[in-house]
C-alpha cells in the first residue's frame, strides 16, 4: 500500500469516528427530551456532491446511492 492510501485510509478511519461521535451526542440530548433535535443536527454534509446531508452506513463510503463519497468528505 501507498503512503498515499494509507493516509488516505487513516484520515477515513478518523472520519467515521467523528461521525459517530455526533451521531452519539444526537442521541444523548435526543434522549435528553429536547424537541427538534433530528438525526441531522451535528451534520454531516458531503463537501463533495453537496447534495447528501447526512452520511449513511458505517464503512469507508457513504451508501447512499448519489454520494458513494468517503467519509473524510463527510466529516466537517
Known amino acids: 500500500m501507498s ?3 494509507e493516509r488516505r485510509d487513516i484520515l477515513d478511519e ?3 469516528l467523528v461521525i459517530r461521535a455526533r451521531r452519539e451526542a444526537t ?3 435526543r434522549r435528553a427530551g429536547p424537541t427538534g433535535i ?3 443536527f451535528f451534520g454531516t454534509k ?3 456532491c453537496g447534495h447528501c446531508r447526512e ?3 458505517d464503512g ?3 451508501t447512499r ?3 458513494r463519497h468517503s467519509a473524510s468528505q463527510h466529516a466537517t
Open 3 to 5: 503512503k498515499s492510501a
Open 14 to 16: 478518523a472520519a467515521l
Open 27 to 29: 442521541d444523548m440530548i
Open 38 to 40: 433530528d438525526d441531522h
Open 46 to 48: 458531503c463537501r463533495a
Open 55 to 57: 452520511y449513511v452506513g
Open 60 to 62: 469507508p463510503v457513504c
Open 65 to 67: 446511492t448519489n454520494c
